[in-house]
């Protein structure tokens, strides 16, 4: 859904699974660089490890200038006091889907995963068997398939959105 | 903000995957609610795949609990209270 008010300024909410797959983090600042390049307001939720390690990438706040804790996030969509343009969401667990169907079901546009890790494939099946939108790639160490969907993705969304 | 630790509960299943979780309440329980995603039980928002089921049992009201690291919980609580809101804004099964 396109907001049509030409005051509305996009923006877009990161929310980070469990940071135990390290492609987590350089994906999401990968992404966080994507949307602030294209002047979408970005906030960044997961769980303290998960904010701890973007935190570390990004000592100096270049990239990340809004955080939140994982469950204030949920709260706050599951109460309206935030509804993003889109919500990307970091997957390479069954809990990570359970996470996508939650976002997906409480904002008013859509949620997309994102996911990455060992179980790629078969989590984005489940995804797409949910009617979960996904972008996937067997990544582990090399976040190169995944950057370039991640590109096209945003370039695509953006596009609608400006 | 939506801390867990601050109710008392039992743990019946553990690390599941959330189907697991939900087959579990499906089969072990005779009144079985569905909640939406986001439903707010006690301090905590319920994260999960639609269909979400609660189990009620007397008093007792059992949920899934799902953890970004852990995979999803089947807890246990009593609360008079939740066990009402489920059975006046869920949809029973």
Redesign the interface.
């Known amino acids: 859904m396109n907001n049509t008010n030409p005051q509305h300024k996009p923006q877009a909410l990161l929310l980070?699974?469990?940071?135990?797959v390290a492609m987590q983090t350089s994906l999401a600042l990968f992404t966080l660089d994507l949307l602030v390049t294209d002047g979408i307001n970005t906030l960044i939720a997961?769980?303290n490890?998960?904010l701890g390690l973007v935190r570390t990438a990004d000592p100096k706040g270049y990239y990340v200038k809004d955080m939140l804790?994982?469950?204030?996030a949920?709260?706050d969509?599951?109460e309206k006091r935030m509804d993003p343009d889109i919500c990307y969401v970091f997957i390479h667990?069954?809990?990570?889907?359970?996470?996508l169907?939650?976002v997906n079901?409480?904002i008013g546009t859509q949620a997309m995963g994102i996911i990455f890790g060992r179980e790629a494939k078969a989590l984005a099946q489940q995804c797409t068997g949910?009617q979960l939108k996904n972008i996937w790639a067997r990544a582990v160490h090399n976040p190169g398939p995944l950057k370039v969907k991640i590109s096209k993705e945003i370039e695509h969304w953006a596009a609608l959105n400006r | 903000m939506g801390c867990i630790e601050q109710i008392t509960y039992e743990i019946l299943l553990s690390k599941a995957t959330f189907k697991e979780s939900s087959a579990f309440i499906r089969a072990n329980y005779s009144e079985v609610y569905i909640i939406p995603p986001g439903f707010r039980m006690f301090n905590v928002f319920i994260i999960g795949v639609p269909p979400i089921y609660v189990g009620i049992s007397g008093d007792s009201i059992t949920f899934p609990y799902t953890k970004p690291c852990h995979g999803t919980f089947v807890m246990k609580t009593q609360s008079k209270e939740e066990v009402e809101k489920v059975q006046k804004t869920g949809k029973p099964v």
């Open positions: 980070l699974g469990c940071p135990e997961g769980n490890a998960a804790d994982l469950d204030t949920i709260a969509l599951a667990n069954d809990a990570g889907i359970s996470y169907a939650t079901a409480l949910l």
